[in-house]
């Protein structure tokens, strides 16, 4: 479903470049759910980015769902992103003047995969699943931290991709939220769906299926986390 | 429900409500200037020339040494190529308005049951004209300070002054307005002409022609023909008169007016449309975020483009609805006012559908034009730059300006929109100033009048005089020096042929005169743009010296070449010496005294006295010319005029003065504009800078500092503005200055640069961008740390 091959990302900075992945190659299946961990500045959210074609890789090639990111242009690219990869940021970013609800039909508005009716009733129902539908006609400045992750989650999954990103989703939240809000992202992963979430939590190693921790733009370890969930088999 | 993103666009844009009212008020205002320009220029030119050829307009004039009958009349009709034909006369006349004596043209009309060319229109009153009685056209009224009813004494060259009754008013629009050209118009039948005391003898022959010819050029080819016949039945014409063909006497003059006040409008527009980008470039700046998010949700470029693209076109929608009625308002002022000062009747003010169509377009077009850089700009973020906070501001500053001062060196992180507010404002400022500086070089011309001429009466008789005149006059009380000029009708010649003068009926628009002033004159003293003046010793020789109007007539003469010249029909051929700049005057060619003498057979008689009096107001001056006049009439002297200089001030038409005050108005909202821009760049600055600014706050930065550092960068642009805009205005008020001036004195307005109106400027531009610099670095220091650093 994703795959790296010798991605390189180097930044441009004042002094020549600053490499933030070396090198990286990573295969992750369909439906796995990957926990992406390593020390600040190691490059996660770099190599986050670069799955969710939001940044290109200076060398190699990325491939997710199918597609070789690099054959795409920027126009392309975005309306790719819309439908196949869901984006979840640790702030939420969520559009303020829009209420939770319209917030969730936007990816769907942009990418026009349904009519507003239908739209309308895709996002409730996902409001629903992420259990804030009564939240449905607020702005997000009138909801709790907890309770606007719930939104972007729901609405990163808008047009049903099959790869979601998260960087750090709980960064922001305390303990007792962001448990359910990993909760919130297991059972989307059950649902078949990739996904690989950046986190600095200690104890999601009994909900992924599998941990990658990078060190100075490399992967340091790739190590499956057994019991947590079936078997899947890499393709 | 309505698409999420559009919902979002119209709730943002309605939290942005001043701004786009501020926009929309930009573009609407200068969108009115051009519209209402536009339709004025419509208007005015189909009704300038419906106006002038409705009155069928001769296309020559013939001037006959004797007078034409009506047997001759009907001969040349019958000529090929001859379309119509009427004998006609103009007598310049004098009339008496309270006190004094002024011009007044004497149109004689042989049948006005038959008038054929030129035609006039009976507004009220008698029609024909009792004998005894004249008409007046409409526009002479306030000048003769009399209406239908009334009389005035009329004192024609040959005759005694005459009590001559007014029965009615005509409206003749083929005429310069009376009150610009100082003259009064009357027309009279030829009984009444006698009654007058000139010889009821119609001199010249006005002509159409069929086919029509179409140049002036051909006119004069084939007037000459007509000419060549005549003087083959044995009746001389002296001179051939062709006015530019198909042209109101005014008409070059108003396109050229309406053409640059449709520069100064589209001008407008532009630096408007420039607000809006600015104010656009802002608004993307504060969603920059908003567009990162929507683009990781899928937004393609195309899509956040055309929301923003569809925002600036309704903006610009609003304001042609907004600016359309307006135009309109403009138009009726604009054709109003200068049907007003060309004696015009607008016969329909319909504005044509171009006129709004044109409107329309550049409403919608330009904004979207000048907005698609922040646009493109805002919609090509790429992802990463729009919500990754990778330093603390995306623009780092480059490496070659960290040598500059700090508030220029954070105007320089954006370039482009530095440049656009930099151009705002520069060009608000130029205007102003350019605006001031024209109104300076104009008083500046005017005063030249005064300062190249020491007379300040001039007498023009009709026939020449003896010179002892000029002896009797400067024993006249109040006379300090009076010189007697010999002076000369006068035409551009070649040889052989009749002498073509390019002039209109009216006597008054591009005439010639030949003058002899006395050696040594110490009346005059104008300055040179070629050669020399005349000297002592030209007396004996054929030297002539013409002034800028002169030689305008006859573009390409260099100072050495020969000068054909008939000085009152007669032919002589000068050498140019020199070419001087005479403000104020029509065209003029100088010869020494001597030296007219023997061409125009004058035998040293003076036809022209200059006079200096030391009078020191206009009432005094009155006093003495009437003294003048007395002595001039116990003398026998046929006066032709005498006007005080003051009167010439005053012909030169304050009307272009209506054009400068324009401009300053003009000026006026381009430096709003400019200002404006300015606030809406100091705003987008803090926008973008807010999570910067927040940093030095958390770092101990006092808002009083963080405010000053705005303030500096503010003043900075201003500052560099003020050098732009400075500079900008010399070649601006250079080039307005020539329009205008040539406009009003056939020559450039000195260049006249004004420290006061560059100090005022620096002073209220200081003042603006302290006061537009304010708003946004009140934000910035009232900036709550959470709010800037954290993010919802
Ligand atoms: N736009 C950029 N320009 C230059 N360098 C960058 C840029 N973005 C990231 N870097 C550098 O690349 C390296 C990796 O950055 P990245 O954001 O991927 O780290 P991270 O692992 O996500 O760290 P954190 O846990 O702090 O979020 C860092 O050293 C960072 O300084
Ligand atoms: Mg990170």
Redesign the pocket.
């Known amino acids: 479903m994703i795959e790296l091959r010798s991605v390189t990302?180097q930044?441009?900075?004042d002094g020549g470049g600053?490499?933030?992945?070396r090198d990286v190659d990573l295969r992750i299946a369909a439906g796995e759910f990957v926990a992406v961990v390593?020390?600040?500045?190691?490059?996660?959210?770099?190599?986050?980015?670069l799955v969710a074609g939001i940044d290109r890789p200076t060398a190699g090639e990325v491939r997710v769902a199918g597609t070789a990111l690099g054959g795409l242009d920027e126009s392309l690219l975005a309306a790719w992103r819309g439908r196949n990869v869901g984006v979840v940021f640790q702030f939420f970013q969520l559009l303020p003047t829009l209420t939770v609800l319209e917030n969730t039909t936007l990816p769907m508005d942009l990418c026009s995969t349904r009519s507003p009716r239908a739209a309308r009733a895709r996002a409730m129902e996902l409001l629903e699943q992420v259990g804030i539908a009564d939240q449905a006609g607020k702005l997000p400045s009138g909801l709790s931290g907890g309770q606007q992750q719930r939104a972007a989650i729901a609405r990163a999954l808008a047009n049903d991709p099959p790869v979601l990103v998260a960087?750090?989703p709980t960064g922001n939240l305390d303990s007792r939220t962001a448990a359910a809000v990993l909760d919130l992202l297991a059972a989307t992963a059950g649902q078949g769906r990739t996904v690989l979430m950046?986190t600095?939590e200690r104890d999601v190693v009994g909900l992924v299926d599998r941990v990658v921790t990078?060190a100075d733009?490399s992967v340091e370890r790739d190590v499956r986390t057994p019991g947590a969930r079936a078997e899947v088999s890499h393709g | 429900m309505a698409s999420p993103r559009w919902t979002k666009l119209v709730r943002d844009v309605r939290s942005e409500r001043g701004r786009l009212a501020l926009m929309i008020a930009a573009i609407a205002v200068s969108l009115a200037g051009v519209g209402g320009v536009l339709g004025g220029y419509a208007v005015l030119t189909r009704e300038i020339a419906a106006n002038y050829l409705g009155t069928h307009p001769a296309v020559a004039t013939l001037e006959l040494e004797d007078g034409a009958d009506a047997a001759l009349v009907d001969a040349v009709r019958r000529l090929p190529g001859v379309a119509d034909a009427e004998a006609r006369d103009v007598i310049v006349a004098r009339v008496r308005v309270g006190g004094d004596w002024r011009r007044m043209l004497l149109f004689v009309v042989d049948d006005f049951g038959d008038v054929r060319l030129n035609r006039f229109r009976r507004e009220r009153g008698a029609w024909p004209p009792p004998d005894g009685t004249m008409l007046v056209e409409r526009s002479a009224i306030s000048m003769l300070e009399r209406d239908v009813g009334g009389s005035v004494t009329v004192k024609t060259p040959r005759g005694a002054p005459t009590e001559v009754a007014i029965s009615g008013i005509v409206h003749d629009p083929g005429l310069a307005p009376a009150w610009q050209e100082r003259s009064g118009y009357g027309y009279v039948t030829r009984a009444t002409l006698a009654r007058l005391g000139e010889p009821p003898m119609l001199g010249e022959l006005r002509i159409a022609l069929a086919p029509e010819a179409s140049s002036a050029g051909e006119i004069e080819a084939r007037a000459e023909e007509v000419a060549r016949w005549l003087a083959g039945r044995g009746h001389a014409v002296r001179e051939i008169r062709v006015p530019p063909p198909h042209q109101h006497p005014h008409q070059r003059q108003m396109v050229t007016v309406l053409v640059m006040l449709l520069a100064f409008a589209a001008m407008a527009l532009v630096l408007s449309a420039v607000l809006v980008a600015t104010s656009l470039a802002s608004l993307l700046a504060r969603q920059l975020r908003e567009i990162g998010v929507m683009k990781t949700l899928g937004a393609t470029a195309s899509q956040i483009a055309g929301l923003y693209a569809t925002l600036v076109g309704a903006v610009g929608a609003a304001a042609v609805l907004v600016a359309a009625p307006l135009g309109v308002l403009g138009t009726r002022v604009l054709t109003g006012a200068v049907s007003r000062l060309l004696n015009l009747t607008i016969t329909s003010d319909a504005i044509p559908r171009w006129v709004f169509a044109i409107q329309a377009a550049a409403g919608v077009a330009v904004p979207l034009l000048v907005a698609a850089i922040p646009i493109r700009r805002g919609a090509r973020q790429t992802v990463?730059q729009a919500i990754?906070d990778?330093?603390a501001s995306p623009d780092a500053p480059r490496a070659w300006s960290s040598t500059l001062p700090l508030p220029l060196r954070t105007a320089l992180r954006r370039p482009a929109r530095l440049a656009l507010t930099l151009g705002l404002l520069a060009a608000g400022g130029a205007m102003a100033m350019t605006a001031y500086q024209v109104k300076r070089g104009w008083d500046a011309s005017v005063a030249k009048v005064y300062e190249t001429r020491s007379y300040d009466v001039e007498v023009v008789l009709s026939a020449p005089a003896s010179r002892e005149l000029v002896e009797r006059l400067e024993r006249v009380r109040g006379v300090r020096a009076a010189e007697g000029w010999g002076y000369a009708p006068a035409a551009f010649t070649r040889p052989g042929a009749v002498d073509v003068v390019r002039t209109y009926p009216d006597r008054g628009h591009g005439s010639l005169v030949a003058m002899g002033p006395p050696p040594g004159t110490q009346l005059v003293r104008f300055p040179l743009r070629a050669g020399r003046w005349l000297a002592a010793e030209d007396g004996g020789t054929n030297a002539v010296v013409l002034n800028h109007a002169a030689l305008a007539q006859a573009p390409g003469l260099r100072v050495g070449d020969e000068v054909r010249l008939s000085l009152d029909g007669r032919p002589s051929a000068w050498r140019l010496i020199g070419v001087v700049e005479e403000i104020g005057a029509a065209g003029v060619a100088f010869v020494a005294d001597a030296a007219f003498a023997r061409a125009a057979g004058t035998a040293g008689g003076v036809r022209m006295l200059r006079i200096a009096s030391t009078a020191r107001s206009g009432e005094e001056r009155s006093g003495i010319i009437r003294d003048l006049d007395r002595v001039l009439e116990a003398e026998g002297a046929p006066v032709e005029s005498i006007l005080p200089l003051a009167e010439l001030r005053t012909a030169m038409g304050d009307h272009v003065l209506v054009l400068v005050r324009l401009l300053v108005a003009m000026a006026a909202i381009l430096g709003a504009v400019g200002v404006l821009g300015l606030v809406s760049a100091m705003g987008v600055s803090v926008v973008e800078r807010t999570r910067e600014l927040a940093i030095l706050k958390t770092l101990g930065a006092a808002p009083a500092r963080i405010g000053r550092m705005l303030l500096y960068e503010g003043l900075t642009i201003a500052a560099l503005s003020y050098v732009a805009g400075c500079a900008l205005s010399v070649p601006l008020t250079m080039l307005v200055g020539g329009i205008v001036g040539n406009l009003g004195f056939l020559a450039p307005l000195p260049l006249v640069l004004s420290p006061a109106a560059a100090v005022v400027w620096l002073v209220l531009g200081a003042v603006a961008t302290f006061a537009a610099t304010l708003v946004p670095a009140r934000r910035a220091s009232a900036l709550v740390i959470r709010e800037a650093l954290g993010r919802t």
């Open positions: 990302k930044y441009r900075a600053f490499t933030a992945l390593g020390k600040s500045g190691s490059g996660k959210s770099t190599l986050l980015n960087d750090e950046v600095h990078l733009g | 990463r990754d990778h330093g």
